[in-house]
């Protein structure tokens, strides 16, 4: 399992409902489903990946997150999962609050633009960063935004977003000192 999928399972309670903003192929729920014996359901953009979802036997929708959650009532999961979707979408904000409306909790996981490793290899080379949490050319990379740790935890204070839990990843694991320095990924559970 991958280390922030079991940071992620480890934070979830036993039998609660988890909904999965951009889910993937289902990785993440299906260990939910397995291991904690969650409700889960997701929504995902790609079809190709929602129908493997389905294939799965999970709750998939197929559908753009930034366009609402509108169909679900407030506080209808025990927890909204951003993981590794962040830096993706366009609206960050409006879907940060929507997770937060529809989920007790929001489990955000997402790649430290400000990794030690990154802005090395700005400042050296002058070129776009490529490594482990961040494994794409500039030309083919899905990221619309570039986030760091400070950046997130700004944002939640400034938003009066309560950050329940954090976590972050280096190499080797987990780790706490200097985290936008050597942190390569970050998982944070928030709520209002």
Known sequence: MKPDHQIIVDIVAQGARVLDL????????????????????GIELDEERMHTCVEKGLTVLQGDIESGLVDYPEASFDYVILNQIMQEIKKADFVVQEALRVGRRVIVGFPNFAHWSARLTLFLCGRTPINEALPYHWFETPNVRFLTIRDFIDYCTARKITIEQRYYLGKRGRMSRLPNWRAQNAIFVLTK
Not at 25 to 34: D, P
């Open 22 to 41: 951009g889910c993937g192929e289902g990785e993440l729920l299906s260990h939910l489903r397995l291991e904690k014996k969650a409700r889960v359901q």
